[in-house]
């Protein structure tokens, strides 16, 4: 294997690696999301609503109000309002 070969090998190894502790960090962080969520429905709260809730956080202002508006229309047209 030449110098370049050698080079784009280290290259490639230390990417794969790279992905593997990340992957390693992904799975840990959703076991500890698991348990949070297991610990909220311990003490009584929903947790559909807990991911809805966090879910909606996530979005920005004018968004969310649209999204708002939207279901609102949709549940008076269905007579749910």
Do not use: C, P
């Not at 799975?27 to 909220?40: C, G, I, P």
Request: aromatic letters at 4%; proline letters at 0%; charged letters at 40%.
């Amino acid at each position: 294997m030449d110098t370049t070969g050698a080079v784009a090998a280290d290259q490639l190894r230390k990417l794969i690696e790279r992905i593997e502790r990340l992957e390693e960090e992904k799975a840990a962080l959703s076991e500890d999301l698991r348990e949070v969520y297991s610990e909220s429905k311990g003490q009584g709260f929903d947790t559909k609503t807990i991911r809805q809730i966090i879910r909606l956080r996530k979005m920005n202002t004018d968004d969310r109000q649209e999204q708002d508006a939207l279901l609102d229309m949709y549940r008076d047209a269905l007579g749910m309002a």
